[in-house]
């Protein structure tokens, strides 16, 4: 079984400065790790993944996350925030080896929010 | 490619009914899971699909089921609603060269009254 935790429920930021959101994981198998994001009244878009390779992955919006396998973390960043950066983000995580049938196992969610 | 549809987008149901809710994965995806997303308990997952056999189930009463058709679209079924039962119901699909990401659709609103 695997467990994530969101460290913080929400995230003021004002617009244009850095951001990090934590997410830490527990987990007695290897996993894949996922940033998902999710605007008010929609589904959930990936933002990024880790499956193998490099710690460091880029994904969509200028977001990046580090994978750090000892401190069981994956943390997102942005170095420069937009308005439109306003919404939940969700860390989760799924056994490598279930080939997809475990489902994802989600954190409770960071709110971003951008302060002009 | 076209993403994941879901239908309907809104449903307003009373306590007892029943509902179904539909979902069509990306076109070559075969494994479909569905999750329910509440305030308070955040987005679980209910059970996925692959090639028409439910695969894993996660922790929900048996009024929650679904099935899988031959074209991998998917459809949830609840019995006898509860209030708590209101939830926005998130279908994702995985497959092809993207077998180890789910990619989600925008989503059912179900209220029950």
């Known amino acids: 079984a695997q467990s994530v935790t969101q460290l913080d429920s929400q995230v003021p930021v004002f617009e244009e400065a850095p951001v990090e959101l934590r997410c830490n994981y527990s987990?007695?198998?290897?996993?894949?790790l996922f940033w998902y994001v999710q605007y008010p009244n929609q589904g959930l878009q990936l933002l990024l993944k880790y499956l193998s390779g490099s710690t460091l992955v880029k994904g969509i919006n200028g977001f990046e996350a580090e994978f750090n396998k000892s401190q069981t973390s994956f943390h997102l960043r942005k170095p420069s925030v937009h308005i439109s950066d306003t919404a939940e983000y969700f860390c989760?995580?799924?056994?490598?080896?279930?080939?997809?049938?475990?489902?994802?196992?989600f954190g409770k969610g960071t709110h971003l929010i951008i302060q002009p | 490619k076209a993403g994941v549809t879901q239908t309907p987008r809104y449903l307003i149901k009373t306590r007892g009914q029943q509902v179904t809710l539909s979902c069509s994965p990306i076109s070559g995806h075969r494994s479909v899971s569905w999750y329910q997303q509440t305030p308070g308990q955040g987005l679980q997952f209910l059970f996925e699909?692959?090639?028409?056999?439910?695969?894993n189930k996660g922790n929900f009463p048996g009024r929650f089921s679904g099935r899988q058709f031959s074209n991998s679209r998917s459809e949830m079924n609840v019995s006898t609603l509860e209030l708590g039962d209101s939830a926005l119901y998130l279908c994702?699909?995985?497959?092809?060269?993207?077998?180890?990401?789910?990619?989600f659709g925008p989503g059912t609103r179900l209220t029950v009254l």
């Open positions: 994702a699909s995985s497959g092809g060269t993207s077998s180890d990401t789910q990619y």
């Open positions: 987990s007695s198998v290897s996993v894949y």
């Open positions: 699909y692959f090639s028409e056999t439910q695969r």
């Open positions: 989760a995580v799924s056994d490598r080896s279930g080939g997809g049938a475990d489902g994802l196992t």
